[in-house]
């Protein structure tokens, strides 16, 4: 399907692509957080793995997809308000369903990821979390902020970069919390997984199945 290159005075320079199905029907959207590594000016490096990958290469799918770009030394935490922005600006420019917004990370974006949806747990129907930590900075009472929203962690286990057992000790607390979290550990995968995680049929059919039953603005 076509991906195309989106430049935004507002928010960030981000990647998009439509669904084919009939405008007038409302479609969930999947937002992407990239990792460190593809941070810059060009948005064409996001294209070249993971979920940008998978889009890029499929045919068209069921939900809208857009993936924001960081410039270098940035991170997602501290663009926090221009991710809001554009997630903004996507619903009220394209027949996107407000219930049904999933956001996902890569390792970086894992952490903006954690960080964005704890901060606004009403805006999400889903959080997808690869390769990455959640922010020191979040507390236990902005961790509980995430008992509506289901979860999907993934995690290689020869990442060098993530001891599984912090992401045990996040799911156990998010369990206690009354979060509903599912782990899955690659066994033979080590930190750069995306390719085979957001290929998964499984995973996809989770991205388009997750709905808010209320949308509420936070």
């Avoid at 069921?62 to 922005?85: D, H, K």
Wanted: charged letters at 20%; proline letters at 7%.
């Amino acid at each position: 399907m076509t991906v195309e290159h989106r430049l935004n005075t507002s928010t960030l320079p981000y990647l998009f692509s439509s669904v084919s199905a009939d405008v007038n029907q409302p479609a969930p959207l999947v937002l992407f957080l990239h990792g460190a590594r593809d941070r810059g000016t060009d948005l064409n490096v996001l294209l070249k793995w993971g979920l940008p990958r998978f889009v890029d290469e499929s045919s068209p799918l069921p939900y809208v997809f857009a993936a924001p770009q960081l410039p270098e030394g940035q991170t997602w935490v501290e663009r926090e308000s221009n991710v809001i922005a554009l997630l903004d600006n996507l619903i009220a420019s394209q027949p996107i369903d407000p219930s049904h917004i999933i956001l996902s990370g890569f390792s970086l974006g894992t952490a903006g990821a954690w960080h964005i949806a704890a901060s606004h747990p009403g805006r999400f129907a889903g959080l997808v979390a690869v390769s990455g930590r959640v922010p020191k900075t979040l507390e236990e009472t902005q961790l509980a902020a995430l008992k509506e929203i289901p979860i999907q962690i993934f995690q290689g286990g020869k990442d060098e970069k993530l001891p599984i057992e912090d992401t045990e000790q996040i799911v156990t607390t998010l369990r206690r919390l009354g979060g509903t979290v599912d782990f899955t550990v690659l066994p033979e995968g080590d930190h750069f997984i995306a390719d085979e995680v957001y290929s998964d049929p499984k995973l996809q059919q989770w991205l388009i199945s997750q709905n808010r039953h209320v949308s509420v603005s936070v």
